[in-house]
């Protein structure tokens, strides 16, 4: 009996010493597993930053075409004058204006901005013309003038080299009533 339990004991030893790199081996695969688990969030983190400032800068482009609209329409002037306008031919428009009868434009109106509120790189805005007297979309002595107004914004940080653009487009009606009429 005891020579069993110094032979199984011979076993237990020579089979304890034969596996003494496993543990090393085990060791290393779980430090390239962790490792490949840390690069892996890393990149997805990095990914995530460069998506989110890309979104906040067309977001902010977005506002900043919004608010040139918004600015220009809010001065009378840049609507009254007709020699603010100049002759435009279907040519010169973006093409999905060229089908509209419009008439002239205005490149360079008004910004109404409130104090303190500056734009360190302004909407590029233009302001369409079309008139139309009578017939299509108005009553018989009516003149309407409409006005398409297009305004193009820019992401306002100084940070990137490619700035996102927004284009917001509103248009506004005015009728009036022709002097036969009154």
């Known amino acids: 009996m005891q020579s069993m339990r110094k032979m199984v004991w011979k076993k237990v030893k020579a089979t304890s010493q034969n596996q003494s790199g496993a543990a090393l081996?085990?060791?290393?695969?779980m430090m390239i597993a962790l490792t490949l688990i840390g690069i892996a969030s890393t990149l997805t983190s990095t990914f995530e930053i460069k998506l989110s400032g890309n979104k906040r800068g067309s977001t902010d482009a977005f506002y900043i075409a919004d608010a040139g609209l918004q600015s220009v329409r809010a001065i009378t002037a840049n609507f009254l004058f007709p020699n603010n306008f100049t002759p435009v031919s279907s040519g010169n428009l973006p093409v999905d204006l060229q089908?509209?009868?419009i008439d002239s434009r205005f490149t360079t109106p008004g910004f109404s901005l409130p104090p303190g509120i500056n734009f360190t790189e302004?909407?590029?805005?233009?302001?369409?013309h079309i008139t139309r007297?009578?017939?299509?979309g108005t009553q018989g002595?009516?003149?309407?003038?409409?006005?398409?107004?297009?305004?193009?914004?820019?992401?306002?940080t100084e940070i990137g080299l490619i700035k996102p653009t927004c284009q917001v487009r509103a248009k506004w009606i005015d009728r009036s009533q022709s002097e036969m009429d009154n």
């Open 133 to 136: 007297a009578g017939g299509e």
């Open 122 to 128: 302004a909407p590029q805005v233009t302001i369409y």
């Open 25 to 29: 081996i085990i060791a290393l695969i």
């Open 99 to 101: 089908n509209d009868a």
């Open 141 to 156: 002595g009516w003149t309407t003038n409409t006005y398409i107004a297009n305004s193009i914004g820019r992401d306002q």
